[in-house]
């Protein structure tokens, strides 16, 4: 049979090869968003804010009454009302266990916002964009919408076929070692020729 029409079979390792390089990009854009997003989990104000916290004990028991005056949250929303006017409420958040406690309320619309105004003072305390940082969107794909999260998941399946295609060629190159002249390495040398 000519070479041109026999048939070629992909080897283990030439998937192996053909599927990284495929794969490298999103691996390194996975990988790279991966490690900014860890270094804000560690280092970033969210966890600074979770520390201090974590110092502080609630006043607030489910054995007493809040003692919250029910003026506060009509201060609170009156202050918002006054800066950006009658937009839609998605939710209210009382942080209680905080150095200043506050009122957090998410407002909906064409941007929506994450802003908290002081329990005691009725003053803005913070205001930042709501929703998911662009960092997260971009590591899972999520930034160019649904096809992203396929993506997503083929960058997930293709790190598992990476990994086992990796076993098996170490697997295939180990016994060939153990049959060959690699078998007189010793130490260290010996698992990774």
Do not use: N
Request: hydrophobic content about 45%.
């Amino acid at each position: 049979m000519p070479p041109s029409t026999k048939k070629r079979r992909l080897t283990s390792r030439q998937f192996h090869r053909w599927l990284g390089i495929g794969a490298a990009v999103l691996f390194l854009l996975v990988s790279g968003t991966g490690v900014v997003l860890q270094y804000q989990q560690i280092f970033g104000s969210e966890e600074a804010a979770k520390e201090a916290a974590a110092s502080i004990v609630s006043p607030l028991t489910l054995g007493k009454p809040t003692g919250l005056d029910p003026a506060a949250l009509d201060r609170a929303r009156t202050t918002l009302l006054a800066r950006y006017g009658d937009r839609p409420v998605a939710g209210v958040d009382w942080h209680i266990k905080a150095p200043t406690p506050a009122f957090v309320f998410h407002l909906d619309g064409a941007d929506p916002r994450k802003v908290a105004v002081g329990v005691a003072s009725g003053a803005i305390l913070s205001d930042e964009p709501d929703g998911e940082d662009w960092l997260i969107r971009l590591h899972s794909g999520e930034i160019i919408g649904d096809g992203g999260k396929f993506v997503g998941l083929l960058w997930g399946l293709g790190l598992v076929a990476m990994t086992l295609t990796g076993v098996w060629i170490y697997i295939k190159m180990y016994r060939a070692r153990q049959k060959g002249s690699a078998s007189q390495l010793t130490g260290w040398r010996r698992y990774f020729w």
